[in-house]
């Protein structure tokens, strides 16, 4: 008889980072992509500065949703004490 073979994945440790964590690298990230959005804009590159503006635009928004839901949660936190 052959061997037997597990052909799921194994469920791996999560990471979690920590919500301010998050918030920190999603604004770095925006103002990473956003300056490289002016130098294309700048350049006249707009194979450059419209996808980065685009990322940058998203990082920001995914910040503010972030700090958003971090607001919401501590609220309900505060009215169960």
């Known amino acids: ?3 037997k073979i597990n052909h799921h994945a194994k469920p791996g440790v999560s ?11 999603d ?9 490289m959005a002016i130098f294309g804009w700048n350049s006249s590159m707009l194979l450059l500065a419209v996808p980065t503006g685009f990322v ?5 928004c ?12 501590n609220r309900k936190y ?3 004490q």
């Not at 990471?15 to 690298?25: P, T």
Request: net charge positive.
């Open 56 to 60: 940058a635009v998203m990082c920001y």
């Open 15 to 25: 990471k979690a980072v920590i919500g301010w964590q998050s918030i920190l690298r």
């Open 62 to 73: 995914s910040a503010l949703l972030s700090i958003g839901v971090q607001l919401n949660e």
């Open 27 to 35: 604004f770095l990230l925006g103002i990473i992509c956003t300056m």
């Open 78 to 80: 505060r009215k169960k």
């Open 1 to 3: 008889m052959g061997n």
